[in-house]
């Protein structure tokens, strides 16, 4: 089971960024997905997650300006991210709680890293 995410780069204050995070493997469901953050020096923070059925949960600090979704056909998991700040600068790590041969566990990407330039 692997989470591959993509979309980071380097951005001006205020603009924008979209993340994908698929998962690939033999799965036999998906919990929630989700975003974390982890800026330099600082613990990693939850940014936004999604359950299976919908529901959404944002930090307090992207609420009105990130979205996150998903495409359950294709396991998928996106975070748009809109007014970009700088202290959104941080390494961006995907999310899953799945189910694997009736046992559900945690799973993480690989870091994407995002870079908000002023």
């Known amino acids: 089971v692997q989470l591959q995410a993509s979309g980071g780069g380097l951005v001006q204050t205020g603009g924008s960024l979209k993340l994908s995070c698929a998962v690939s493997g033999r799965i036999s469901g998906i919990s929630s997905m989700g975003w974390y953050r982890q800026a330099p020096g600082k613990q990693r923070e939850l940014v936004a997650d999604?359950?299976?059925?919908?529901?959404?949960n944002y930090a307090d600090s992207v609420k009105g300006r990130f979205t996150i979704s998903r495409d359950n056909a294709e396991n998928t998991v996106y975070l748009q991210m809109n007014s970009l700040k700088s202290e959104d600068t941080a390494a961006y790590y995907c999310?899953?709680?799945?189910?694997?041969?009736?046992?559900?566990?945690?799973?993480w990407g690989q870091g994407t890293q995002v870079t908000v330039s002023s």
């Open positions: 999604i359950t299976s059925a919908g529901t959404t």
């Open positions: 999310h899953a709680r799945l189910r694997v041969l009736f046992k559900l566990s945690d799973y």
